[in-house]
Structure formats: structure tokens, C-alpha cells
């Protein structure tokens, strides 16, 4: 079966979350104008109230709280593999870890999210540690592509800010639907894109033997498996080097200095500063995102213009107009999603890479890097909330640390092996495809157990929730 176009895909996200919304406002508006009292009145609101296990609201959580039990092995289990394979597919796992706390661990969904970006930090920055000493498998740049990263990272950052406002209004339900929508979507689309993927390899590789067993001589012998030592060796670099190359400090800054512009937004909501520090991220996002586009744009002008075929990133698409709104508009869609989830934004961006042409070993490290910097300024705006117990976080970070790193290990040297680079979008097919099950699981008991408390299930006021 053939993958969709680009175009045909994005009609359906886009018709299919049209279609949730304005049922839910049509639902909502129906519903309230009748006089008596119903599920989507505002006179059912019932609190949230903060949930931990063993620990109380009024009494502090301390390290003696967090017991080995039966739960939290399973909880172990599940994050380490849920980190590792999450990270391998550079969409974090936030889908998987959501639900593993709320159901098995017992944590209110709001401190779930809470630790689910705890996990998809530690997980993050020990794959970037990782990927950061590991050469291109083609090229003589860097594995992370930080023109990639510089362009999509304030817009999902932007989108995460606008994501996070979304799920205080938006009903839970909506939230759930929207996200299977999505979720389904991109893992199919994904999962299409490594059988196409999986094909060429296969075909690679067939004519590889050939070429390798049927090698012929002048004297019309065939010379098996003979090799032949390049004119120029290539020379082999150490760790260090390796690691030295793949920095660039000047970039980095860059990112850092936009994770501390969003950070800057950490004031009492609904005050007056508040809505003045919102206001200026939207400006803030597109000057840098601007800037990068222009950059990519002219490069590849500039690149047309002399016949130079060679792409300044790994993106293999032409940097037009039109393919840079596409990317700004997929950037805040993956904010947002990250924002109503709980997760980095990977759900969308590690697909986006792959469809605009980027390799997956570097799609996966890039959309690893830049799911570190969102993930750790949703950890430090959890923490001044004092929204997850510090015991329980540091014990899962840990495991996602570790997760991160021999999850990179072992799908590297499987790549090595097998020499298929498609494992990583199964994978990331895979972890797509499984939080849709686990949040449409999650969502729809919930959505019943609030029907059955006669909860209000309409668009809440962003001031009154908070």
C-alpha cells in the first residue's frame, strides 16, 4: 500500500480536528441553553485535587514514601523500555508514561504529566550525550542538524505555550480524541514510510552481494568477495574528536537563550505581566524562526543558482516559501500536542524529519535534542509548581537516563548489523501507535467516570481554571 501525499494527510488532520472541535462546541452550546441542570453545565465542576501515592496534600512526601512494591518494578519496566525505545524514535514516550503513572502508579493525571517530562528529560539528554559521540553514517558533519533544530525549536516552544493554555480550556474528552486522531495518523503514516523505506533497503542490499560475489576480470574469472583499499584511507577519529566536532557552541547558545525566553514567562496567571510575557513569545518565536528561514531560503537559492545539488541540511526538501510555513505550522502543532500531552513535541516532530527527506539516525538525534531543551523548561516550571514528589522524580529520571543511553546502544549496533536504518521508524511507528491505544484507554474511562460523577464536560474560562 502506497504512503499518502503529504498534501492528502495533512487534509485529514486537519478535517478530522475541525470536526472534534465543532462538535464539542456544538455539544456544548446545545446542552447549556436547556434549564435544567446536565453534564455540561458549570455547576458540576468538580476540583482536581493533587494525588500521590501514599502522600497527602498536607503531608510533605519524602524519600521513606517511595517503597519497592510490585507497581513500581512494573512502573520500572515499563519506563525503562518505554524511555528507550521512545528516545530511539525521537518522540520521547510521553504517551506511554502518562498512563503508567496515572493507572498503575496512581499519580493524578496533572503530576503524571508532571514526571512524564522528568522521564522524557532524563531520557533526552543521556540519548543526546550518546548521539553527540557518534559520527554521520555518511557525511563529515555533525549528527545533530542545529540549522534543523534553530528552525523548529521556538515554534515548538511557542506551541507548547499555546498547548499548555489549551488543555485548561479545552475539555479532557476533546483532548483524548484529538490526540488519537493525531497519533494515528502519524503512526501509520510512519509505518508506511518504513515498509518504503525497508524496500529500498532491501534493494541496496541485493545489489550490494552482487557486486561484492560477481566481480569480474580481465581473464573472465569471477573473484570472490574481493575488496579493494580506497585511494585516500579515511581517517579515524577518537571520542573526543568525534564529540569536539559535533558541538557548536555558538548554536547551542542560540537554543539556550530561547529555552530562557520562554522560562521568563513564570509569573502569576492572568495578571497583567503575565499576559505582557505571553504576548511577546508569539513575537519572539517568529523573529527566530524567521531568521533561519531566511537563512535556508537564500542558501538554497544561492545553491540553485551556481548548480550545486548539495543540501546545507539533511532536509531534502527545497527550502520555498510554502515548505517553510509547512514547517513553522507542524512545529506548533507538535507544541501543542506536547502541551495537551505531557510529552516534548517528538509525536510530530520525529515524523515531520523523516517526511521532508532527513535520515533517521539524525531525525531521531536531532528531534532528541531539541525535545531536551522543551522537556527541561516544562520540568523547571512543574517544579516552582511544586506539581511531582522529588523522590519519585529523581528515581524515574534515573531510569530514563539510563534507558536513553543503552536504547541508543542497542538499536546502533543492531542498525550496524542488520544494516537497516528503517528499525528506527518502525520503532517510532510503534511508540506512535501505542500511546494512542493507552490514551484512548485512559481517556475513555476517564470521560465515562466523569459522566457518571455528572462532571462538567464543556469549554472551561482559562482565568476561572486556573
Same mark, same amino acid.
Not at 2 to 7: D, E, F, G, I, K
Not at 264 to 269: G, H, S, T, Y
Not at 436 to 443: D, P, W, Y
Not at 451 to 460: D, P, Q, S, V
Given at each position: 500500500m ?6 492528502v ?5 486537519v478535517?478530522?480536528?475541525?470536526c472534534a ?6 455539544l456544548t ?11 455540561l453545565t458549570p455547576?458540576h465542576?468538580?476540583?482536581?485535587p493533587?494525588v500521590?501515592?501514599v502522600?497527602?496534600?498536607s ?6 514514601d ?7 518494578v ?8 518505554g ?14 508514561f502518562?498512563?503508567m503513572?496515572?493507572l498503575?502508579?496512581?499519580f ?5 504529566a ?5 522521564m ?7 540519548s ?15 549528527i545533530?542538524d542545529?540549522d534543523?533544530a534553530l ?5 515548538l516552544?511557542?506551541?507548547i505555550?499555546?498547548?499548555?493554555s ?5 475539555p ?7 490526540i488519537?486522531?493525531?497519533?494515528i ?12 523505506m525497508?524496500?529500498?533497503?532491501? @534493494? !541496496?542490499k541485493? /545489489?550490494? #552481494? +552482487?557486486h ?8 573472465? *574469472? ?5 575488496k579493494?583499499e ?12 568525534i ?16 529555552w ?10 492572568c495578571?497583567?505581566w503575565y499576559?505582557?510575557?505571553?504576548g511577546l513569545?508569539?513575537?519572539i518565536?517568529?523573529m @527566530? !524562526?524567521?531568521? /533561519?528561514? #531566511? +537563512? ?6 544561492s545553491?540553485?543558482s *551556481?548548480g550545486n545539488?548539495e ?7 527545497e527550502?520555498?516559501?510554502m ?8 512545529g506548533?502543532?507538535g507544541?501543542?500536542v506536547?502541551g495537551?500531552?505531557g510529552?516534548g513535541?517528538?509525536?510530530?516532530l520525529g515524523p ?7 535520515i533517521p ?6 528531534a532528541t535534542?531539541v525535545m ?6 516544562s #520540568?523547571?516550571?512543574?517544579?516552582l509548581?511544586?506539581r ?17 543511553f543503552?536504547g541508543?546502544?542497542?538499536v546502533?549496533?543492531l542498525?550496524a548489523?542488520?544494516g ?15 500511546s ?8 475513555i ?5 466523569m ?10 474560562g482559562?482565568c476561572?481554571?486556573q
Open positions: 502506497p504512503m499518502l501525499p503529504s498534501r494527510f495533512i487534509a485529514y488532520l478535517s478530522a480536528f475541525s472541535v465543532l462538535s464539542a462546541v456544538f452550546n446545545h446542552v447549556s441553553h436547556q434549564n435544567k441542570p446536565s453534564l455547576h465542576v468538580s476540583a482536581t493533587r500521590w501515592p502522600s497527602t496534600s503531608q510533605p512526601f519524602s524519600a521513606d517511595l517503597e519497592p512494591s510490585w507497581k513500581l512494573l512502573a520500572t519496566v515499563i519506563g525503562f523500555l524511555s528507550a525505545c521512545g528516545t530511539v524514535g525521537g518522540v520521547g514516550g510521553g504517551g506511554i502518562v498512563p503513572l496515572n498503575l502508579l496512581g493524578d493525571t496533572k503530576s503524571a508532571a514526571l512524564s517530562k522528568c522524557i528529560m532524563g531520557a533526552s539528554a543521556s543526546v550525550w550518546y548521539n553527540l559521540r557518534v559520527p554521520h553514517p555518511s557525511k563529515e558533519v555533525p545533530l542545529y534543523l528552525l523548529f525549536q521556538p515554534m516552544m511557542l506551541g505555550t499555546v498547548g499548555v489549551l488543555s485548561v480550556v479545552f479532557y474528552w476533546l483532548i483524548t480524541v484529538l488519537i486522531i493525531l497519533f495518523g502519524t503512526s501509520s503514516r510512519s509505518f508506511f514510510k518504513g515498509i518504503e525497508w524496500k529500498e533497503e532491501t @534493494l !541496496f541485493r /545489489e550490494k #552481494v +552482487k561484492q560475489q560477481t566481480l569480474v576480470g580481465e581473464d573472465k *574469472t569471477v573473484r570472490i568477495d574481493t579493494y580506497p585511494l585516500i584511507p579515511k581517517e579515524e577519529k577518537s571520542a573526543i574528536e564529540l569536539c566536532f559535533n558541538l557548536r557552541w555558538k548554536r547551542i547558545l542560540v537554543l539556550v537563550a530561547v530562557a525566553s520562554f522560562l521568563l514567562n513564570d509569573v502569576e496567571a495578571s497583567a499576559w505582557v510575557l505571553f513569545q508569539f513575537p518565536a517568529l @527566530l !524562526f524567521g531568521y /533561519e528561514a #531566511v +537563512k535556508l531560503y537564500k542558501e538554497h537559492k545553491r540553485i *551556481t545539488q543540501c546545507i541540511c539533511e532536509a531534502s526538501i527550502w520555498t516559501a515548505n517553510l510555513a509547512f514547517c513553522a505550522l507542524c506548533i502543532v507544541g501543542v506536547g495537551l500531552l510529552s513535541g517528538g509525536f510530530v515531520l524529519l523523516l517526511e521532508i527527506g532527513v539516525q539524525v531525525a531521531s538525534a536531532t535534542f531536551m531543551f522543551s522537556s527541561s523548561l #520540568v523547571v516550571e512543574f517544579y509548581l511544586k511531582f514528589p522529588i523522590p519519585y522524580a529523581l528515581y524515574l529520571t534515573l531510569v530514563s537516563v539510563l534507558a536513553g543503552w541508543q546502544f542497542f546502533r549496533r542498525i548489523f542488520l537497516r536504518a528503517s528499525i528506527i521508524v518502525f520503532i517510532l511507528s510503534g511508540v506512535i501507535f501505542a494512542a491505544l493507552t490514551m484512548g484507554v485512559v481517556g474511562e476517564s470521560s465515562i467516570q459522566i457518571n460523577n455528572h462532571e462538567f464536560m464543556g469549554f472551561l482559562f476561572s481554571s
